[in-house]
């Protein structure tokens, strides 16, 4: 079975030509982050010393990309956005492969007509990457199950922010290192499980309200007269309603199952959980390296008022490493609509 143990963390620098510019040789603190729908983060800093010291003064940023490895797998990558040398330090921030798609526009002007949301998210990417690829590949899990009519005209809005208005109608995305894994909102499949005795203090159990909606309406552009509803008034809820403009939706049809999605994804009223202030025990039955944001967990805590016993969608995962040792948090979301507590 797989545990958390207590992970040991490498780190190097690649040149956008693949070759390695230099290892860290004496890394003192790493922090590696992983997020759904959205870009990640790392940061590591460096005692530098001969050769390596050299090395490092040659690093610029978007040139050159920082890759974190975890007991010699490797966990992060992407591009370097900013660099500090200090006299006895040097510390690197960096973003993951999504980042490039916040630089890109759409390189073509495009129209989708009840296209699945998977196969409009890949074109972006691929469209995004296509005049100059800095090293990516995608994976598809599946279908949305949600069509979508979509426009996107050439050098009009950045593509990471049209990535990010696909996942808020039925499409969720993540990187693992230079992979982009587009994946359906509903997606479950776990990767182990979580008692009380995984998250040993300061155990959060929240519930968010300030997203619902009973009923939702999404526009298109507002000269199109495209509108799609989901819902009404609630039995438990009573009315609460949200009206929002989405200009890339072109049909009536796109517009519904965007507001079906947008309902679904906040009602019923979300509930997390958060270790945000506690490191996950390394008996817990889970493999660092797979806590991959939109893959689940199944949890069972009675430790809060607030017992809970469901499957929930990893949301973000951050892993640190200093001389206190290594500290992996998570946060976890509803993993559908229809939650038990």
Not at 29 to 54: F, K, M, N, Q, Y
Not at 181 to 193: H, K, R
Not at 265 to 290: G, H, I, Q, R, W
Not at 307 to 336: F, M, N, W, Y
């Amino acid at each position: 079975m797989s545990s958390a143990g207590c992970g040991v963390h490498s780190a190097y620098v690649v040149d956008r030509n693949g070759s390695i510019v230099t290892p860290a040789d004496i890394l003192t603190s790493v922090e590696w982050t992983r997020v759904l729908d959205d870009v990640s983060t790392a940061h590591v800093v460096i005692s530098p010393d001969g050769d390596c010291c050299a090395q490092l003064g040659k690093v610029r940023t978007w040139r050159h990309k920082l890759v974190i490895a975890r007991d010699g797998v490797t966990v992060w990558e992407g591009p370097i956005i900013q660099a500090e040398w200090s006299f006895d330090k040097v510390e690197l921030w960096a973003s993951d492969v999504l980042v490039w798609l916040d630089r890109r526009v759409p390189h073509q002007s495009i129209t989708f007509d009840a296209t699945d949301l998977t196969t409009i998210g890949e074109w972006l990417i691929e469209d995004g990457f296509a005049p100059d690829d800095p090293g990516h590949t995608v994976t598809v899990l599946g279908p949305a199950r949600v069509d979508g009519g979509r426009k996107y005209t050439v050098d009009i809005g950045q593509t990471g922010d049209h990535l990010r208005d696909l996942a808020d109608t039925g499409l969720d995305y993540t990187a693992v290192g230079s992979d982009i894994v587009l994946m359906p909102e509903d997606w479950s499949a776990s990767v182990g499980t979580l008692t009380d005795a995984d998250f040993p203090a300061g155990l959060i159990v929240a519930e968010d309200g300030s997203q619902l909606a009973t009923r939702v309406i999404v526009h298109g552009d507002e000269n199109s007269g495209v509108k799609g509803v989901s819902g009404d008034e609630d039995a438990y809820y009573g009315l609460l309603e949200r009206s929002i403009e989405e200009t890339s939706v072109t049909t009536s049809a796109s517009a519904e199952a965007a507001a079906r999605s947008r309902r679904a994804a906040n009602y019923p009223v979300p509930v997390f959980l958060s270790s945000d202030e506690v490191t996950l025990s390394p008996e817990a039955a889970v493999d660092v390296p797979k806590l991959v944001p939109g893959w689940c967990v199944d949890v069972a805590t009675a430790a809060t008022c607030r017992s809970l016993t469901q499957r929930l969608k990893i949301a973000g995962v951050k892993v640190t490493e200093d001389g206190d040792g290594e500290s992996v948090q998570v946060t976890l979301a509803p993993a559908s609509s229809d939650l038990e507590d």
